[in-house]
């Protein structure tokens, strides 16, 4: 028997399905409107979702980094769901959130919200986790997997997957032999649904594929990482007013960010420590077994995932998760071009009219991410070369 998504999972998609479009955006965004209007000089106010895509904005906030620099900040706002996390920003309750990278292209230009990627969160940190009898893609033929959202690129990544082994992901019905049913659930419903064989498994952000392996429920069939190398997930979104409007603000909120990016390529074990829910702020309810698992680059079996399959690609030495704040256009090229042939639920006809080159222009402000990086010693703080363009690696 093959679950669907629960009736709390169907609520908040729907629920952000209308708010991704320009009806359903528009009381939103005039409540944001009247919002700034009283409070021209809000201070930072974040929002994040549980997961490891949101290190940088809480450790920018744990360190006071973005106190050091003269800003008021509020505690972050821990939400459930994308829908409540999308919501509270396009109202202005929170003004710098992390977002999955497709969902900001349905936001600009589904519910012409006026938001752009200013820097990027992560790289890599997701991967599919499946129940023990499934030792290969073909095996997921005939079964349900679960996927954060449409617009993710969890769902971009597995669709490429499942079509290169020629199964077809549908989202209704009973899926055939050749088929893979897609249902959106939850990161934090995943892991139990896995336990109680609801699904067959689930791509999603860390740490939730190590809490598996930590539970013993499941294990890492593949790294997303291992498919689009160095791929980012989950991006940083402000408001374009913001910008526009207080720049020397936004600058220091970017600087803030980039700086904890920095800071965490030499803190990897402080960093588990700083989110896991032992921490007096309560960051995430994880724990530090599972968010070590993800951020120490020397706890990763490499030999053991390299033997299951999880890495194919051996020869790119990646880590699990990495951080760099550089939204590479490129990226945002290929994502579009790559979204236009992943099949989403809902109305998404703007997709296939949409220029990536444009998007990479429009969607995305780098001018206060190139001036932190510079301030922080440029792109080799990163480990990366003195460059602003890459070229793309997608495998199978």
Same mark, same amino acid.
């Given at each position: 028997?093959?679950?669907?998504?629960?009736?709390?999972?169907?609520?908040?998609?729907?629920?952000?399905?209308?708010?991704?479009?320009?009806?359903?955006?528009?009381?939103?965004?005039?409540?944001?409107?009247?919002?700034?209007?009283?409070?021209?000089?809000?201070?930072?106010?974040?929002?994040?979702? !549980? @997961?490891?895509?949101?290190?940088? #904005?809480?450790?920018?906030?744990?360190?006071? %980094?973005?106190?050091?620099? *003269? $800003?008021?900040?509020?505690?972050?706002?821990?939400?459930?769901?994308?829908?409540?996390?999308?919501?509270?920003?396009?109202?202005?309750?929170?003004?710098?959130?992390?977002?999955?990278?497709?969902?900001?292209?349905?936001?600009?230009?589904?519910?012409?919200?006026?938001?752009?990627?200013?820097?990027?969160?992560?790289?890599?940190?997701?991967?599919?986790?499946?129940?023990?009898?499934?030792?290969?893609?073909?095996?997921?033929?005939?079964?349900?997997? !679960? @996927?954060?959202?449409?617009?993710? #690129?969890?769902?971009?990544?597995?669709?490429? %997957?499942?079509?290169?082994? *020629? $199964?077809?992901?549908?989202?209704?019905?009973?899926?055939?032999?050749?088929?893979?049913?897609?249902?959106?659930?939850?990161?934090?419903?995943?892991?139990?649904?896995?336990?109680?064989?609801?699904?067959?498994?689930?791509?999603?952000?860390?740490?939730?594929?190590?809490?598996?392996?930590?539970?013993?429920?499941?294990?890492?069939?593949?790294?997303?990482?291992?498919?689009?190398?160095?791929?980012?997930?989950?991006?940083?979104?402000?408001?374009?007013?913001?910008?526009?409007?207080?720049?020397?603000?936004?600058?220091?909120?970017?600087?803030?960010?980039?700086?904890?990016?920095?800071?965490?390529?030499?803190?990897?074990?402080?960093?588990?420590?700083?989110?896991?829910?032992?921490?007096?702020?309560?960051?995430?309810?994880?724990?530090?077994?599972?968010?070590?698992?993800?951020?120490?680059?020397?706890?990763?079996?490499?030999?053991?995932?390299?033997?299951?399959?999880?890495?194919?690609?051996?020869?790119?030495?990646?880590?699990?998760?990495?951080?760099?704040?550089?939204?590479?256009?490129?990226?945002?090229?290929?994502?579009?071009?790559?979204?236009?042939?992943?099949?989403?639920?809902?109305?998404?006809?703007?997709?296939?009219?949409?220029?990536?080159?444009?998007?990479?222009?429009?969607?995305?402000?780098?001018?206060?991410?190139?001036?932190?990086?510079?301030?922080?010693?440029?792109?080799?703080?990163?480990?990366?070369?003195?460059?602003?363009?890459?070229?793309?690696?997608?495998?199978?």
């Amino acid at each position: 028997m093959h679950y669907g998504p629960s009736l709390e999972a169907r609520r908040q998609f729907i629920k952000l399905s209308t708010l991704f479009t320009a009806m359903g955006a528009l009381p939103l965004l005039q409540m944001h409107k009247a919002a700034r209007a009283a409070e021209p000089d809000a201070p930072v106010r974040i929002g994040y979702l !549980a @997961i490891t895509d949101a290190t940088p #904005l809480l450790v920018a906030h744990h360190n006071q %980094l973005f106190q050091k620099q *003269g $800003l008021d900040v509020e505690k972050p706002r821990l939400f459930r769901s994308w829908a409540q996390i999308v919501e509270a920003f396009l109202a202005g309750q929170v003004n710098v959130v992390h977002l999955l990278a497709p969902m900001t292209v349905w936001a600009r230009y589904g519910s012409q919200s006026r938001a752009k990627v200013v820097a990027w969160n992560h790289m890599s940190g997701s991967g599919l986790t499946v129940q023990h009898d499934i030792n290969q893609i073909t095996d997921l033929g005939g079964k349900t997997v !679960a @996927i954060p959202f449409w617009y993710s #690129l969890h769902n971009v990544v597995l669709q490429h %997957l499942l079509k290169s082994k *020629g $199964l077809e992901p549908v989202s209704q019905g009973e899926p055939g032999p050749a088929q893979v049913k897609l249902v959106v659930m939850s990161p934090s419903d995943m892991v139990p649904a896995l336990a109680n064989k609801q699904i067959a498994g689930y791509t999603v952000a860390e740490p939730f594929n190590a809490s598996a392996e930590v539970l013993k429920v499941g294990k890492i069939l593949r790294f997303t990482g291992d498919v689009w190398k160095d791929h980012a997930c989950c991006v940083v979104l402000m408001h374009e007013q913001d910008l526009e409007q207080r720049p020397e603000w936004a600058q220091k909120v970017v600087n803030g960010i980039v700086q904890a990016q920095a800071w965490i390529q030499d803190h990897r074990e402080e960093t588990a420590r700083i989110l896991a829910k032992d921490n007096p702020q309560r960051y995430t309810p994880h724990s530090y077994e599972a968010l070590a698992q993800v951020l120490l680059p020397e706890l990763m079996d490499t030999a053991r995932y390299e033997a299951s399959g999880a890495i194919v690609n051996t020869g790119w030495k990646e880590k699990r998760i990495d951080f760099q704040p550089y939204p590479f256009p490129s990226y945002t090229e290929e994502l579009i071009r790559k979204l236009k042939t992943t099949l989403v639920s809902g109305k998404n006809d703007f997709l296939q009219r949409l220029d990536p080159a444009f998007v990479a222009r429009d969607l995305v402000d780098d001018r206060y991410v190139k001036k932190a990086i510079a301030d922080n010693g440029g792109m080799a703080a990163f480990g990366l070369p003195e460059s602003f363009t890459r070229q793309e690696t997608i495998t199978t």
